[in-house]
């Protein structure tokens, strides 16, 4: 197998193990045809099985396919005994009914048991397509093929996807009660400047204050009151001196 094409059927399975829980070994269900197809090219089917899932994987086969192989007489003796080789899958039908139908059946509506189909029967493929999840094997010639995934494994996967980010019902029911009163919305507006970025204003001169105070003082205040005395004082005794010591005219001095 080319390097490219085992790379894109790595993701296609990594795609089906994460999203649907496929795991290793992977159980694959054979038809009747298969088998026949691959005694009839001499090829380990066990084999191709593995290196196009890219896995181990665990043959299986119903009991009704065998019956068809059965049927088919002696000629198809290798094929029945390489279906007995395979792991027996019951599938719970009293009397056999066409593999088609049996498998159809064992997938049932949503493959829950996580089946890989391998079949050469192009009307089972068509109505496998239709089913989620379910990979599907064929030989296109002598190469052996795994389908992309069908519409409906894609829808399957984005609504898993989507739930997945949904809240269950039991979150849903404590967030109800644990759910906090919401906040008010601040309204948008033009904020103010930085207050880091604003000039500070200058301090105010205390100087011309205090002389507006020295001027401005209360006259009935006690320090006002004696500065008055001491002026009063001061103007007495200039006068007093100004009397008693008259100026002499220099007629009177004695020589």
Known sequence: MRQRRAK????LMSLYSLSFGFRQPYQVLIDSDMCILAVAAKTDLHQQLGIVLQGNVKP??????????YLLGKSHQSAVD???SFERRKCNHREAIPGQECIASVIGE?????????????ALRVMLRLIPAVPIVHRNRAVMILEPPSDATLDTKQ???EKAFQPSAAELANIGVDNPPERPRRRKGPKGPNSLSVKKKAPPDTSQKRKRTDVDEDVTSPTAQKRKRRRKRGDSSATLSNRVSPAVSPTHVST
Do not use: D, F, G
């Open 110 to 122: 949503s493959n829950k048991h996580r089946y890989v189909v391998a079949t050469q029967l192009r």
């Open 82 to 84: 390489l279906a007995k």
């Open 60 to 69: 299986m086969i119903t009991q009704c396919c065998i019956q068809e192989l």
């Open 8 to 11: 894109t059927y790595r993701k």
């Open 159 to 161: 609504q898993n996807e």
